[in-house]
């Protein structure tokens, strides 16, 4: 019992997640700069890789304005509720092992409703804060909701139908033979482009889009919350690329040393190597496209996206039967 | 686009480095006292009102006597267009390459080097 | 976009009053806008039905500021206008000023006059692309672009001292020459941009979500910018080909051939490769000028005072036509200086694409005109009780300030 504490606090529970947050939003600022020709943060730290925690202590002090009319129990709750959300998910992904800290039976639809509830609370978080802004990022989150949810949805299906399991941990054992991307590669494809749209990255950054709506539905926080949420942000890409791995990868699988201790390090080594690749190929799409508007988003994702994932999963059922 | 991502990136890292300027640019404003004879011309075409004539002496000129001037310059409003460089015709003053003026006292941008120098 | 609205209340001369609750306010202070105006968007879910705008943010009384400077002080005033178009605005003055003395400007110095404009054509042309990038989110064409920005800036620091304000013009003249051993870096230099400007055609050409953003996006149709009398890039996307060099040349224009680009669609998609192709005809025309360049003197030198008398004169700034008047009563300070920059004859015309657009699209289209909202600024007035709306002169100002500061002063 202890152990497990232990194990959901520090590693590769709350805190591992937390930092593994910090190191990818540098990241994404490092390689986003220098795919257009700057530096990106350099001061802070060694190669400004302390910057992100030098954001975040930033905020935590600043003061917070709460806008007139807005709701302000809401306001004031909402943004812890939000940031539950991954970081519960991350103890549901097997990091240092086959099993996660909290893995049971069916726990790949609470992810899924973790993820419902997180674009839930945002859009209670935007209407909550009442200004002109908000409230058309509100309409946008709820359209690009709608648009992305049913492909993401799908993918994790087909790769929970492929691997006979409904339990992330199940789904990572059951690519002990061969890891599920081999057979459903557009699964992974469109699981991708609807993450991207999920963590509200371009070319879908549509609600939070910072020339249009100011910061979207980020617009009326500052200090604490306004940390928190955008820590909640980074969070999530942690916990998206993570559930991408553990799906489509084989999560921490390959080849270890029986020893135990060497065992969860090398499962770790090789999660972290596939969390790398999957996080650097979402940073490298994001600077390459420009915005689209939400019309042209939802488009998108029901005319192309959603029917790509219903044929994988047609696919991968027939594969399944034979 | 992803050759840039390995190419060097073209930030300068100014204040880090230094940062070299053209031959003709427009830095801080310079005056050689030994050339300047008071003409008050600079002070005639300054957009700014950056110079203002200072009266440091008299002299004779036949019967009468009459005031000598040199010029003040409160470059701290200076806009750089060297018309006064253009104009002098003694060839006094010059613009220098330095840049770097940024001061919480803007005392220390008052150049009074003419005035100094005259005895 | 012709829809009923169910809150309209037509209010006299054609103040239109809509329901607040679907007012989105564009500004004054906005991340989309340079500089600060307020545009109040009114808008119908995504759509925008009409836009009111209010200016007057900036306003800095500059031709007020140039009745108490002489001549040559003002050049370097109404160059910082704008630091994009500042050659433009100080090349507008200085030539009007010239119409009224009977010097005639050095051939040398009309060349040098057209390769500065040119480079600043360039410089602001490569700034729009750059930025136009950034307000469709597009943040890697956008630092792409001003690092070749850069090139112009150094290029232009290389010959007049400084990367914004040029300080180069001056009445019949130039004050720097460009000495032959800076040709060849010019010539260099400019071919290097026309190449990286052929390359962001093609990335406006193929990428899928800029096409998306751009295409179709705030069509602008000939009549409607003919009636709207816009100017500039915008007119020439539309299919007028229109351009005051070719039209009524100036400086060294006559010499020099400029192509006039044109397209027909009129949308956005277009106004970048109109711009990008004038990158093209600008490197080329001061290729064709740096051989061609004269001997000889680059400035006269005049007395202060300027004979009486009143000229105008326009030119072809990056965002369109610049049009300068000045009024001389003889002495070395002018009487009256009026400035019409092209951001205020293209603003009816913005206005009018933005209607019927989304929410998305208001950045984008704003962009398209190119504005510069620090050239452009007046000062208005609108009495909402009688709906008259006047502006007012130089001699009420001063009453108003006089009565407004010194209230126990009787004038």
């Known amino acids: 019992m202890l152990i497990e504490a232990i194990e959901a606090i520090l590693f590769p529970?709350?805190?591992?997640?937390?930092?593994?947050g910090f190191l990818f939003e540098w990241l994404e600022r490092k390689i986003a700069a220098h795919m257009q020709g700057r530096v990106g943060p350099l001061v802070a730290g060694p190669h400004g890789i302390l910057q992100p925690i030098a954001d975040f202590l930033k905020l935590l002090y600043k003061e917070e304005i709460v806008p007139g009319f807005a709701d302000v129990t809401i306001y004031r709750i909402a943004p812890s509720?939000?940031?539950?959300?991954?970081?519960?998910?991350?103890?549901?992904?097997?990091?240092a092992g086959i099993r996660a800290v909290a893995t049971f039976d069916m726990d790949l639809l609470l992810v899924i409703f973790l993820l419902a509830y997180s674009a839930f609370v945002v859009v209670i978080l935007s209407f909550a804060s009442a200004s002109g802004y908000t409230t058309v990022a509100s309409g946008r989150l709820v359209l690009q909701y709608v648009s992305y949810e049913i492909p993401l949805v799908i993918a994790m299906v087909t790769a929970a139908v492929f691997s006979h399991s409904l339990s992330i941990a199940g789904i990572v054992q059951a690519q002990s033979t061969a890891w599920n991307i081999l057979y459903m590669p557009f699964g992974f494809v469109v699981f991708i482009v609807a993450l991207m749209a999920e963590l509200e990255k371009p070319p879908f950054d549509i609600p939070s889009a910072k020339t249009e709506i100011v910061a979207g539905w980020l617009t009326e926080f500052s200090g604490r919350a306004l940390a928190f949420l955008k820590l909640t942000k980074e969070v999530s890409l942690v916990f998206g690329a993570g559930l991408a791995v553990s799906l489509f990868l084989g999560g921490p699988l390959g080849p270890v040393p029986t020893d135990q201790i060497l065992a969860s390090v090398a499962y770790t080594a090789y999660f972290l190597g596939k969390l790398l690749v999957v996080v650097l190929l979402i940073f490298v799409l994001r600077s390459a496209m420009a915005r689209l508007r939400i019309a042209q988003a939802s488009d998108f994702f029901w005319k192309i996206l959603t029917p790509l994932a219903l044929a994988q999963l047609a696919f991968v059922i027939t594969l399944g039967g034979m | 686009m992803i050759r840039s991502l390995v190419k060097k990136p073209d930030t300068e890292a100014y204040p880090f480095t230094k940062i070299t300027v053209p031959e003709r640019y427009r830095g801080k404003l310079d005056i050689d006292p030994m050339k300047c004879t008071g003409c008050s011309i600079c002070a005639y075409v300054c957009p700014a009102s950056v110079i203002t004539m200072i009266e440091v002496g008299k002299r004779k000129v036949g019967e009468k006597e009459v005031p000598v001037k040199r010029p003040k310059f409160d470059l701290y409003t200076c806009i750089f267009c060297a018309e006064c460089v253009d104009n002098c015709p003694f060839g006094a003053l010059e613009m220098t390459k330095e840049f770097e003026l940024a001061t919480p006292q803007k005392e220390t941008l008052i150049m009074t080097k003419a005035l100094e120098k005259w005895q | 976009m012709a829809e009923p609205m169910e809150t309209r209340k037509e209010a006299g001369a054609g103040l239109i009053q809509y329901s607040t609750e679907n007012l989105v306010p564009f500004g004054p202070i906005h991340p989309a806008l340079k500089e600060p105006e307020y545009f109040k968007l009114y808008l119908r879910g995504e759509t925008i039905v009409d836009v009111i705008p209010r200016i007057g943010y900036v306003h800095r009384g500059l031709e007020k500021a140039a009745e108490q400077r002489r001549w040559t002080q003002n050049i370097y005033m109404f160059e910082r206008t704008c630091g994009i178009c500042s050659f433009a605005h100080s090349l507008a003055y200085v030539q009007a000023v010239e119409g009224l003395t009977p010097y005639e400007v050095p051939r040398r110095a009309l060349y040098i006059r057209l390769i500065v404009a040119e480079l600043e054509r360039i410089h602001s042309h490569l700034l729009w692309v750059g930025l136009l990038g950034h307000w469709a989110g597009f943040d890697t064409l956008f630092m792409w672009v001003w690092r070749d920005r850069e090139i112009v800036l150094d290029l232009v620091e290389a010959i007049a001292g400084n990367r914004v304000h040029k300080s180069l013009?001056?009445?019949a003249g130039v004050k720097k020459d460009i000495p032959d051993s800076m040709k060849n870096k010019i010539v260099e230099r400019t071919k290097h941009l026309a190449d990286r400007a052929y390359f962001y055609k093609g990335i406006v050409d193929t990428e899928t979500t800029l096409l998306a953003r751009t295409r179709k996006v705030g069509i602008l149709k000939a009549e409607t910018a003919q009636k709207l009398c816009a100017v500039g890039p915008l007119v020439r996307a539309a299919g007028l080909a229109r351009d005051v060099r070719a039209d009524d040349p100036y400086a060294a224009y006559g010499d020099v051939p400029i192509d006039v680009v044109t397209r027909?669609?009129?949308?956005?998609?277009?106004?970048?490769?109109?711009?990008?192709d004038e990158i093209v005809t600008a490197a080329n025309a001061i290729d064709y000028a740096v051989s061609q360049m004269p001997s000889g003197p680059i400035r006269l030198k005049i007395p202060p005072n300027i004979p009486a008398g009143?000229?105008?004169?326009?030119?072809?700034?990056?965002?369109?036509?610049?049009?300068?008047f000045v009024k001389s009563n003889g002495t070395a300070i002018p009487e009256r200086v009026k400035a019409r920059t092209p951001t205020l004859a293209n603003l009816p015309t913005a206005l009018e694409l933005l209607k019927g657009q989304t929410m998305a699209d208001v950045p984008v289209v704003l962009t398209a005109i190119d504005p510069c909202f620090g050239c452009m600024d007046r000062l208005s007035f609108v009495d909402l009780d009688s709906q008259k709306q006047w502006s007012w002169g130089g001699e009420e100002l001063r009453q108003y300030g006089i009565k407004r500061y010194f209230p126990e002063r009787k004038t």
């Open chain 3, 310 to 324: 009143e000229n105008a004169s326009h030119i072809e700034a990056p965002r369109g036509e610049l049009f300068y």
């Open chain 3, 169 to 171: 013009a001056t009445i």
């Open chain 3, 264 to 276: 027909s669609e009129g949308d956005v998609f277009s106004l970048l490769h109109v711009r990008l």
């Open chain 1, 81 to 95: 509720l939000y940031f539950l959300a991954p970081i519960l998910g991350m103890l549901f992904i097997p990091v």
């Open chain 1, 13 to 20: 529970g709350f805190l591992f997640t937390l930092g593994l």
